[in-house]
Nanobody, 123 residues
Framework: QVQLVESGGGLVQPGGSLRLTCAVS????????MAWYRQAPGKQRELVAR???????NYADSVKGRFTISRDNDWSMTDLKMNSLKPEDTAVYYC?????????????????WGQGTQVTVSS
């Protein structure tokens, strides 16, 4: 059973910084990509940043230059470093991973999600 657990959310003043961490555990064959999404009250969930197995990254236009996604070498953890935070960054942030799991003769690919962590940017 694959599990994703986020940590690092909280309350921060505008202009401040936070780092979110997502830890992956369980049995799987390969992680294809990991990403952070966020959902603000009354809004749709949106992609914030993604990093692929090959190390490619992409970001939402609203966070480019302020947020950085990274992963460790064995793919057990991914971080989202958030600088120059704005009130509009307030949301629940979710970690997700596209993972290949199963047995060598019965592999399957699916997206796994964490439980979410609240980020509030307010003075």
């Amino acid at each position: 059973q694959v599990q994703l657990v986020e940590s690092g959310g909280g309350l921060v003043q505008p202009g401040g910084s936070l780092r979110l961490t997502c830890a992956v555990s369980g049995n799987y064959f390969r992680i294809n990509s990991m990403a952070w999404y966020r959902q603000a009250p009354g809004k749709q969930r949106e992609l914030v940043a993604r990093v692929t197995n090959g190390g490619n990254t992409n970001y939402a236009d609203s966070v480019k230059g302020r947020f950085t996604i990274s992963r460790d070498n064995d793919w057990s953890m991914t971080d989202l470093k958030m600088n120059s935070l704005k009130p509009e960054d307030t949301a629940v942030y979710y970690c997700t991973a596209n993972i290949v799991a199963g047995t060598p003769i019965d592999l399957y690919e699916r997206d796994y999600w964490g439980q979410g962590t609240q980020v509030t940017v307010s003075s």
